[in-house]
């Protein structure tokens, strides 16, 4: 059974990142964004909408684990209150 969910997710990630390629590859205008105190280099659109969704991703994930951490911190705390009433 977990050899099938480790082929299943695989496959799930092959897709989406052929997925992406094709995005990217059909989104080949050129860009150059323009951020405050640099001007980032000049590549496609869909590299760079790419990029930026991956990092959206990455941060999402990052603030999503620090509070699940603190979740699990005062869970910890509730329940050695609670065995020592």
Known sequence: MR?????LKA???LAIAFVGALFAFHNNQLLTVDFIYFTGPN???GLWLMAFLMLGALL???V???MLGSY???LGRANRETKNL
């Open 3 to 7: 050899a099938i969910q480790l082929f």
């Open 72 to 74: 699990k911190r005062k």
């Open 43 to 45: 590549i496609s659109l």
């Open 60 to 62: 999402g994930i990052a």
């Open 64 to 66: 999503s684990s620090l």
């Open 11 to 13: 496959i799930l990630i």
